[in-house]
């Protein structure tokens, strides 16, 4: 197992990365993938995605979003809403605007040696573009601008994914709680060998935490259905 590093040198110990898919209302873990720490997490991400069913919805971050991750994401029967990173699908050559302020534009296929995990079909998406109000929930002025596969804007109207997509940080709530309430963090496994290292760690992460209900069920006392009423913005 590889360890991190910085300006001052090596890492004490070796690290694994770890890449979560946690329910948002509930905060129950769903699917955990375990690697070296210098695997990227998009790998562990597109293997989470055999854990995702039809009608799902994936919220994302810019660092997961790509063509071949949305294409995944629909091959499981599922939708994704996530962030774009600054200038990715700003020059498509065909884009339509929406009643709502969205965008419907075509992604064309890639060829295999452009990604590792490459848009084979190509395929329409939706982009958002907007700006916030409210300065604590982002930086005022900036454009944010999102991707999802729900080309409806009936059905998904923009504002409410904008809304929605706040929920994605729940995740950041989901790690918290496995970090420092959990105390993961400062558990030092003492296997030798990779399968040794990776029993121990769901060891140590799912021995304390709760069970994940049902698929699509949102029971407990989690936050079921909850959205960001605080969000001000509007599109672009």
Request: aromatic share 6%; with cysteine.
């Amino acid at each position: 197992m590889p360890r991190s590093s910085n300006q001052y040198g090596p890492g004490a110990y070796p690290q694994v990365r770890c890449v979560l898919l946690a329910e948002c209302g509930s905060h129950a873990v769903v699917g955990l993938s375990i690697d070296r720490y210098d695997v990227s997490e998009v790998h562990g991400a597109h293997h989470l995605l055999e854990q995702v069913g039809p009608e799902m919805l994936v919220l994302m971050d810019a660092g997961i979003t790509s063509g071949g991750f949305l294409e995944h994401v629909r091959e499981r029967r599922a939708h994704a809403l996530g962030a774009l990173e600054t200038g990715a699908w700003e020059q498509l050559a065909h884009q339509r605007r929406l009643a709502d302020g969205s965008v419907l534009a075509w992604v064309g296929p890639m060829r295999p040696s452009q990604a590792h995990y490459p848009l084979r079909r190509g395929m329409w998406v939706r982009i958002i573009s907007y700006r916030v109000t409210d300065e604590r929930l982002g930086e005022p002025g900036k454009v944010y601008r999102l991707v999802t596969t729900l080309l409806n804007p009936r059905v998904a109207p923009a504002l409410e994914l904008i809304a929605l997509y706040h929920e994605r940080w729940e995740i950041e709530l989901v790690i918290d709680e496995i970090k420092t309430h959990e105390r993961a963090q400062r558990k030092v496994l003492r296997s030798k060998t990779p399968e040794g290292v990776r029993k121990a760690t769901l060891r140590h992460l799912f021995g304390s935490l709760r069970r994940a209900p049902p698929v699509g069920a949102s029971g407990g006392g989690g936050r079921a259905g909850s959205r960001s009423p605080q969000f001000y913005g509007r599109t672009l």
